[in-house]
């Protein structure tokens, strides 16, 4: 299912925002003209990605609160101390908005 999120001018560049979809909670983050998607719970501990670190130039954000980092592309953990991935969901701006698919990327993903 997909889902209209907010415009893309309502997340600065190399920002991430926190929403909640369907029961979850996904962070959003921008890069320039892009947008990605994950979950928001770092799974080396719960703690929320959206108060994280953005890199542009790795398409990572890192945790901030252990400095575990993740693939924006593909939820897979690029650092300790995260071993698992996180979440991906497919994300796009559509005339100016955020949409959102609710179904996880990486799912069935080797």
Known sequence: MR???FPLCEIE???VRK???GGRSVAVVRIGESVYA???TC???EVSLSEGF???DDLTIECGRHGASFDLLSGVPTCLPAVKPVPVYEASVVDGD???STSDRSEGAS
Do not use: K, N, P
């Open 3 to 5: 889902h209209r999120l």
């Open 13 to 15: 560049d190399g920002s």
């Open 19 to 21: 929403t909640e979809i």
């Open 38 to 40: 994950l979950g928001d």
């Open 43 to 45: 799974s080396h501990q």
């Open 54 to 56: 953005v890199d542009a």
């Open 98 to 100: 955020i949409w959102l």
